[in-house]
């Protein structure tokens, strides 16, 4: 067998805890991780890559389960279809070869991935048995064509060894060690898993344990978040334990990870990871040769102090201190409240006095926190919801009062606002029409209508906006805007960098966004912030986005008198965002691609897109 190299960096290991330090565990097992055995994993995974596209992708999985198998572990295949769009496959010319069998046939932009979770289960003890059901995670998947020692064969070597040593010890707990399939085009393998689970299951889960990208020499430091950026109770745990007292949580976002996906259903987690290196991130230099053992053993080590600590028979169920505390109080809104957007619910606190709990709610892609209002001077008792995707640590991105389901009449409500904030911008398209109130102190009130059932959103005001939305807007602020949209769904913080890309401008907005694929400059370096953006252009920048988070688009066949007009190199891109409702033709068939993109046409764009990329 090929020698395992890898380097040693203890000096490298800068957490808040000395990692040599021994941990003592709630239990009396003399339980060490061996890092040749996590290493030669690492090396077994990272021969192939594991991508949707890669049929290695096979060996891994049977590599897997064999480990399990050998272990002695009953193992479970949770096998589903995954539908993926390849959007830089489209071709609207497929239509018109297509003309008469559109309807019957299959783009070849629409693939089918068969996907498979891996699932190995410690039983508790009956005698003993809480009823409590513990995960213990790691994504075994890598993006297309790419080795994945990092990302994450180290997460799957972590959990594997944790399973070796926990499978013979007593337990009042289950432990469900969950391989996740793929993590990496939108964590649909741990979203897929939390559909399954039924309501007892997701009850009685207390939390998830999520192992990914845990090894990277370079950065030197393993670090614990959550989805919602908060501490929970498995930190409190951890802390419990010697050589782990001075652990934090990590106040930013990395990006998406499976734990993110049972965040909706109030099910807590802690990711062990560390900030991305973009220099071996999602790219051949992602081998083994990068890695810190020293790293994987302090993962290693949190995970059984935790891990033994709520198996042990001498500690009680741990369901209560896993789930929020519930706020049953009606609050009092000012006409002139500020309701702070893309961020957590802690500063609408400070900005209002309303505390809004968190909720288990229908949409698994979403996170929804409700609280009892009254606003406007109505009588009514409303409520208020703010809607946070999964992934965006916990910052709400909207918010809605249920006016209608009250019986607050539209004629009504409109009255209230006009009278307020003055006469409303109007907009519309196909089946829906909008009303929108700028209320001068950072917010929009919305009326937006779909046939005959309207809402009513409070949305924040782009910067730059907030004077005169409907005049046009630059290419600056526009990637601004963009940002924030961006940063929304998913975190785009992590993607800022410190390098100047363009000479013109050295916004950590737009930098971020040319980190992520998004905006290009022109052949001179320059990105040209203050000229106006086209319509075809911000078509061509809103068509990546959806290209690079996966959002689900319905693509269709139609046609502009003036196409003649929209540039090649926009043409696909406009058919995509036209396609999906994130922009419109002005008038009945015109795109008018060459006009300058209104502030006011933009704010709908994006609304659309963060409306889509909740899904």
Request: contains cysteine.
């Amino acid at each position: 067998m090929k020698k395992i190299t890898f380097l040693l960096c203890t000096l490298l290991i800068i957490t808040t805890v000395a990692i040599s330090a021994p941990i003592a565990l709630a239990s009396t097992y003399p339980l060490a991780p061996d890092v040749d055995r996590m290493m030669a994993t690492i090396e077994e995974l990272s021969q192939n890559p594991r991508g949707v596209s890669n049929e290695e992708i096979a060996i891994s999985r049977a590599f897997i389960i064999a480990e399990l198998e050998e272990l002695g572990f009953e193992v479970t295949l949770q096998e589903f279809e995954v539908e993926i769009v390849d959007v830089s496959a489209f071709d609207q010319q497929w239509f018109a070869e297509n003309e008469d069998d559109s309807e019957s046939l299959t783009p070849p932009w629409e693939k089918t991935f068969n996907a498979v979770n891996i699932i190995a289960t410690i039983r508790p003890d009956e005698a003993v048995a809480t009823g409590d059901i513990l995960i213990i995670s790691a994504h075994y998947d890598t993006v297309n064509d790419v080795l994945g020692a990092n990302d994450n064969a180290s997460g799957v070597a972590v959990i594997l060894e944790l399973a070796r040593l926990l499978r013979d010890v007593q337990t009042d707990t289950e432990i469900r060690f969950i391989f996740f399939d793929v993590e990496e085009i939108g964590l649909l393998g741990a979203i897929y898993y939390v559909e399954q689970l039924t309501e007892e299951e997701i009850d009685n889960t207390i939390g998830i344990l999520n192992f990914d990208m845990l090894a990277g020499a370079r950065e030197g430091k393993v670090r614990i978040f959550t989805a919602d950026l908060e501490e929970n109770f498995l930190i409190e745990i951890l802390r419990e334990n010697e050589g782990f007292s001075h652990v934090t949580v990590d106040e930013s976002i990395i990006g998406g990870s499976d734990h993110m996906a049972f965040y909706p259903v109030l099910i807590p987690g802690l990711l062990f990871s560390h900030y991305i290196i973009w220099e071996e991130f999602h790219n051949e230099y992602d081998v083994i040769d990068n890695l810190c053992a020293d790293m994987l053993l302090y993962a290693a080590r949190a995970g059984l102090a935790i891990t033994l600590e709520i198996m042990s028979k001498d500690t009680p169920s741990f369901r209560a201190a896993s789930r929020p505390v519930v706020i049953d109080e009606i609050f009092d809104v000012q006409n002139n409240a500020f309701f702070p957007i893309n961020q957590n619910r802690a500063a609408l606190e400070q900005e209002t006095g309303i505390i809004l709990n968190q909720v288990r709610g229908e949409n698994t892609r979403e996170v929804r926190f409700e609280a009892s209002i009254r606003m406007f001077a109505m009588p009514e008792v409303l409520t208020l919801t703010g809607i946070s995707h999964m992934m965006s640590g916990g910052r709400i991105q909207q918010y809605t009062v249920n006016m209608q389901d009250v019986g607050v009449p539209f004629e009504r409500l409109r009255e209230i606002l006009t009278a307020e904030f003055g006469d409303p911008i109007e907009d519309g398209g196909e089946g829906w029409h909008a009303y929108i109130w700028n209320n001068a102190n950072g917010n929009f009130f919305s009326i937006i209508f779909n046939e005959d059932v309207f809402s009513f959103v409070i949305e924040r005001v782009p910067q730059g906006t907030q004077n005169n939305i409907s005049s046009q807007i630059t290419r600056g602020d526009f990637g601004v805007f963009l940002y924030s949209l961006l940063d929304d769904l998913s975190g785009a913080d992590s993607y800022a960098g410190t390098e100047h890309a363009f000479s013109d401008t050295n916004r950590y907005e737009i930098l971020a966004l040319r980190r992520m694929g998004i905006v290009k400059g022109t052949t001179d370096n320059q990105f040209l912030p203050e000229v106006q953006i086209s319509r075809q252009e911000a078509a061509v920048i809103l068509a990546r986005v959806v290209a690079l988070f996966d959002i689900e688009i319905s693509l269709r066949e139609h046609s502009f008198e003036d196409a003649a007009d929209i540039a090649a190199f926009a043409a696909d891109s406009v058919s995509i965002i036209y396609s999906a409702g994130i922009m419109s033709s002005e008038g009945d068939t015109c795109f008018n691609p060459q006009s300058p993109m209104t502030q006011e046409q933009a704010v709908i764009a994006m609304m659309q897109v963060l409306s889509l990329g909740r899904g």
